[in-house]
């Protein structure tokens, strides 16, 4: 199979599968926006992707892949309002983000993604927020006008409650 057919499609079967996470990803991001301007930039990072795959390596980790590229294009689109973080704060993001790929097997991802969307609101939006997409728990206070003790001490029992969810299914 050529590069180019298989990045397709691991592409899409990513986006296939976890559409509706996309989603809610992309949309938790965009908040002050419409529904539709969530599907859009899904649409638009999937086209772009797509008619890129011959010309890129292969991709080990389409999670990583496509919510990387997500995430810079809601960045994008918040720039274009004038709601962007400074160059220098995503640039850090980036570097993270980049720097802390994992190879995880897809049962143990299957069961991680059920774990943290059976949690109640609060805390997922705190785990991914702190450990998806990389931000602080000062940035992630200015953001929720929540104190940083509050959210480290919620992140705390969120850990807990997956740890013992994955530790029941292993």
């Given amino acids: 199979m050529s590069l180019e057919k298989e990045n397709k499609n691991k592409l899409g079967n990513f986006f296939s599968e976890e559409y509706q996470n996309l989603k809610f990803f992309v949309s938790s991001k965009i908040q002050d926006s419409k529904e539709r301007d969530a599907e859009d930039i899904i649409q638009d990072v999937a086209l772009k992707l797509f008619a890129r795959s011959g010309n890129m390596g292969p991709i080990g980790n389409a999670a990583g892949f496509v919510y990387r590229a997500l995430r810079?294009?809601?960045?994008?689109?918040?720039?274009?309002?004038?709601?962007?973080?400074?160059?220098?704060?995503?640039?850090?993001?980036m570097?993270?983000?980049?720097?802390?790929?994992?190879?995880?097997?897809?049962?143990?991802?299957?069961?991680?993604?059920?774990?943290?969307?059976?949690?109640?609101?609060?805390?997922?939006?705190?785990?991914?927020?702190?450990?998806?997409?990389?931000?602080?728990?000062?940035?992630?206070?200015?953001?929720?006008?929540?104190?940083?003790?509050?959210?480290?001490?919620?992140?705390?029992?969120?850990?807990?409650?997956?740890?013992?969810?994955?530790?029941?299914?292993?």
């Fill in 72 to 93: 810079n294009k809601v960045i994008d689109a918040l720039r274009q309002k004038g709601n962007g973080s400074s160059e220098l704060e995503l640039s850090e993001n």
């Fill in 95 to 170: 570097e993270l983000e980049e720097s802390l790929e994992f190879e995880f097997s897809d049962k143990l991802k299957h069961q991680l993604r059920l774990a943290i969307s059976e949690l109640k609101p609060m805390y997922r939006d705190i785990i991914i927020a702190i450990d998806f997409e990389g931000l602080t728990y000062k940035e992630l206070s200015k953001i929720t006008g929540v104190p940083q003790g509050t959210l480290m001490s919620q992140r705390h029992r969120a850990l807990g409650i997956l740890n013992k969810k994955l530790k029941n299914k292993t």
